[in-house]
């Protein structure tokens, strides 16, 4: 195919290869969100949670390149924010294949709040919200941790803060301005009754979600496994945590049905898979197997008990973003901390894991109140409540999820029919 | 993005990267399976078949990291069975690379199964057959074969046995454990009439039984190219033989059913890809690429008769497992030896091709059998046909796959539309 | 694993790698197709849109293998043609590797025609007609531009034409034939009106159209980083610019739709995204990425417009693969022109390019239409008209694709239901 090349050519040939395949597994992430959030939505809002997630990713890519990308991996004098590196043009290829990677990234910090956000909330809106998320309020606190990864070193990194590919930097970071989001909406028309009790709107295509999960799942090898950002035998282990932390995070979603006498939910069961994989995300390079495993079986049992809780307090978080991302974060975040391989239950270590955590929610809750508030005083935040009645797909993009089908105008707190159950 | 590191790391750090990509595809064979086996099940069971998908492989990858990777790798003194890296713990990263790539060869035996059994199996007794699967059946027949991959060596092995990437290791035997599900069983109700007849029972969503099958060929080229175990140029005609033999498959089945005048069923196609795939698994790395044509051309013939067979003899398996995965991993086993790259047609070679064959039916076919008429004694197998005509989305987890949307309560034996057709 | 090899073969092993990785994600873009193309089409047609994308790659894999490969990239005297490398058997590793990548690349040229064709054209006629594109049209036209790759060098080449990865080699021939199919079919039972006035015709999953476009975008990483036939560091850039298009082609397309007051409609999108990628396909390596962002951009504004012109001149292409591949193919080639990095805007560089769009149409077009005219004149090319309305999966594969759902039989003309609109 070429010349031979010397062997520093080689390594950075095999470090491209890799993070260029592990960037698009992180991308496919985008689809396997948009099916989750899609499937548990009703099929009048199909198109439009579709529409979210399609193109937040368009708008947010543009605005990471333009000025995201610098502020997190720019020089970075302060620790506190990146100053240069912005509109990336004529650098060396490997900045242009870390920039691509860091893209897909920012991309996944962004659109969980899609979910949380999903069946209510004007299409322009959101893409305003996206692209503040991605172009600001994840890379400002992404360059506290990984700014160091090209020159400087952000604060929480010099205190030696460990948060390997993102269970805080992305997955809290997003889970919190979904937060923000569903509490600056309000729950959708009807979610809870006149007494505040809970009414399921239940999801129109738990095969799309199942799909979904399956694809976060395979996308997850790529976001952790690429997070070396080389080439290096060290992916093993992290990847083999990475599944068994899933795999875990599913049987305690799992036990936890059981145990309460619930019914055995697929929606519980994938969301138990993508917590645990949340959690591992933040130690997956620095944890033995076995303690992957407890990781995750503690983040499925946090996913159904996370889900409850925001239901107790009236938070309509429609796919369960806040639980997954925000709450698994912290927990995977304080474990990388608590199961850390060569010093475990050190509690100093923690105590800066617990700082990181903090610091994260205080940067980012606010800000993203703040954001969401101020775009509901200006171009309006939610739909009206005719175009939520009859759907978004129809008031925002005038389509039909599926034109061909007799579907059923699903009445908030329309419940699935009762009747015997056959569970052992 | 870091030192430059020596050649013999190079080399590592590539076959640590190739084999976490081969089993990322592998990973997603999962959901290639849960989507053709659920499109091939009514929309009243859509749930609990991907249920059973999405956690067969949370079980078991556990239970192979606890048990299973150590019977089939672990140092291998009698030829019989591995005897420890049980729980692997402070490995070498790349031992941790294997037992990766190899939870997920596990898991795609242990899920074959499910879509024999599917629309009628409780989703306990699943489970529980799916951790014996992975645990305990598939990889002591495994040790025989690749158990010399790591230490000791395997009896068939040494006896030249050729199973590349496991036509019969993992299709085989997942095809037995398959039938012996689907006998123990006993058909769904109303799948043949009083006389003995064949009623269709259509799947519900052909577009989703497609995707799947795009995505098991998909998988293949990691399950098949991955199983070089390092990053080699052999890939190259390995995953070319794949594909050949894949497409090769469907246009046997293809030419099979305008033969017998039989309408081009997207079912028998499909399936005739896998079994394209299944074949060619033992052989891809040790044959001709025209060979490798003829092997997956007479694939898909088996599939098409193979599916007919078993309804002749009232097994009732929903997906074609037993036909793609248990007959054409028979077929695929002997072509690896009738077509063998430097030696082909010697009747040594097929002898032993044959021996291994005949091993994996006597291990894994009584064994499953045994397993599934325990768990039917004890906690029971076969869901009430109450809840099997209810579906069992409702009996099992009190979820519907598709709420938004009028269903057709499809009755055993209900026919698609007769009328008039317009083929060549 | 296995003994270290030197450099040279470290670097083949390497390349094997990426290629294989590249070609199992274009491979991907298959189902990618089939769900776009299945999701724009009446569900009445679903079955029948993938089975001719399952099944069009298969026969048409092997007249590659069989003829089209050697036509290609086999020894060119004349620049006019490759003489040799047919039935390829007993070549080097790296040999199986290049065919199995560009298998793929055919793969995807003759499936962009199904997507114009859809609902109308009869399963047999279809796939004669994609044997011809993989195994003569595409190969032919491909040996001008990239027969150098391997030995000789076509006349294309040999003038500078610059199209990495296929602009016009692959996409812009795909929509020519896409493009002669439509007109020797004629539109869809009343896709026009009596006064020749457009008529709504809503595809049947917009989920799963979604879907394909997630796969196709994620495909593509592969298509264009994958051209570089070797592990590069270049592939940093490529794959950045693919992305950044991509996304400036929604950007483009959402645009268009909004300055035109036009519902932002999810299948706009889609393709805009499509058209995005087609259009730096040949220039995504030559390119700065502020260029890769204008290319993407004019792509989207191209993709709405050129659907608007097709429609106008009454030619019914199902799912805008003229448009998407045709005419952003065009736009894309001269493009790489125009913003070729180290000399841009140089009117002698842009006039090869324009010769190389001629060429191609010249060459394809005319010989699709006689393809498709003499199918039509033979074993006919069209579906009678009942078998139109009553639907393909019924008619050729009796079959139902969603046979558990109530289905509204749509009427050729039946528009979306009439109503407000809640946009900003």
Redesign the interface.
């Known amino acids: 195919?070429?010349e031979?090349?010397?062997?520093?050519?080689?390594?950075?040939?095999?470090?491209?290869?890799?993070?260029?395949?592990a960037?698009?597994?992180v991308?496919?992430m985008?689809?396997g969100f948009?099916?989750l959030e899609?499937g548990m939505s009703?099929?009048?809002n199909?198109?439009n949670v579709?529409?979210k997630n399609?193109?937040d990713?368009?708008?947010g890519?543009?605005a990471f390149?333009f000025l995201g990308y610098g502020l997190m991996f720019g020089t970075n004098h302060t620790g506190w924010l990146g100053m240069d590196s912005f509109?990336?043009?004529?650098a060396e290829?490997?900045?242009?294949?870390?920039?691509?990677f860091q893209?897909m990234f920012a991309a996944t910090a962004a659109t969980i709040v899609s979910g949380a956000m999903a069946e209510r909330t004007?299409?322009?809106a959101y893409i305003v919200a996206s692209i503040v998320v991605m172009g600001l309020i994840y890379p400002v606190y992404g360059s506290w941790v990984w700014g160091s990864a090209v020159s400087g070193e952000g604060w929480l990194a010099a205190l030696g803060f460990i948060d390997f590919a993102g269970s805080t930097v992305v997955h809290s970071i997003g889970g919190w301005c979904a937060l923000a989001g569903a509490i600056v909406l309000g729950p959708r028309l009807g979610r809870y009754g006149p007494g505040g009790e809970l009414r399921k709107i239940?999801?129109?295509?738990?095969?799309?979600l199942?799909?979904g999960?399956?694809?976060l799942?395979?996308g997850w090898?790529?976001f952790n496994?690429g997070s070396t950002?080389?080439?290096?035998?060290?992916?093993?282990?992290i990847?083999?945590n990475t599944?068994?932390a899933?795999?875990?995070g599913?049987?305690g979603a799992?036990l936890t049905m059981m145990v309460f006498r619930q019914?055995?939910?697929?929606?519980h069961?994938?969301n138990g898979?993508i917590g645990g994989l949340v959690a591992i995300t933040a130690g997956c390079a620095t944890m033995?197997?076995?303690f992957a495993?407890a990781t995750g079986l503690i983040a499925g049992v946090i996913v159904v008990g996370g889900t409850g809780f925001l239901n107790f307090i009236r938070v309509d978080d429609v796919v369960g973003a806040v639980p997954v991302h925000g709450f698994c974060g912290v927990w995977g975040t304080l474990a990388a901390g608590i199961f850390y391989v060569s010093n475990p239950f050190s509690s100093t270590i923690v105590m800066v894991q617990f700082l990181g955590v903090m610091a994260a929610f205080l940067w980012a809750f606010p800000l993203a109140l703040l954001t969401f508030w101020l775009i509901s005083r200006t171009?309006?935040l939610r739909?009206?409540s005719?175009?939520e009645q009859?759907g978004l797909d129809?008031?925002?993009?005038?389509?039909?999820?599926?034109?061909?089908?007799?579907?059923?105008q699903?009445h908030a707190g329309t419940e699935?029919?009762r009747?015997?159950?056959?569970?052992?």
């Not at 999801?203 to 799309?208: D, F, R």
């Open positions: 195919m070429s031979v090349q010397n062997v520093v050519e080689l390594k950075l040939a095999m470090d491209t290869v890799w993070l260029t395949a960037a698009a597994l991308f496919f985008q689809a948009a099916l899609s009703r099929a009048k199909s198109v579709i529409m399609y193109t990713m368009c708008f890519s543009i390149w509109m990336l043009t004529d290829p490997m900045d242009f294949s870390l920039l691509f893209t004007r299409y322009p239940a999801g129109h295509s738990l095969p799309l199942a799909l999960g399956f694809i799942w395979l090898f790529g496994g950002l080389e080439a290096d035998a060290s992916i093993g282990p990847v083999l599944h068994l899933a795999a875990a599913v049987v799992i019914p055995l939910l697929v929606t069961t994938v898979s033995e197997p076995a495993l171009i309006g739909s009206d005719v175009a009859r129809f008031s925002e993009h005038y389509e039909s999820g599926y034109p061909d089908f007799h579907t059923i699903m699935a029919p009747g015997g159950r056959d569970r052992a």
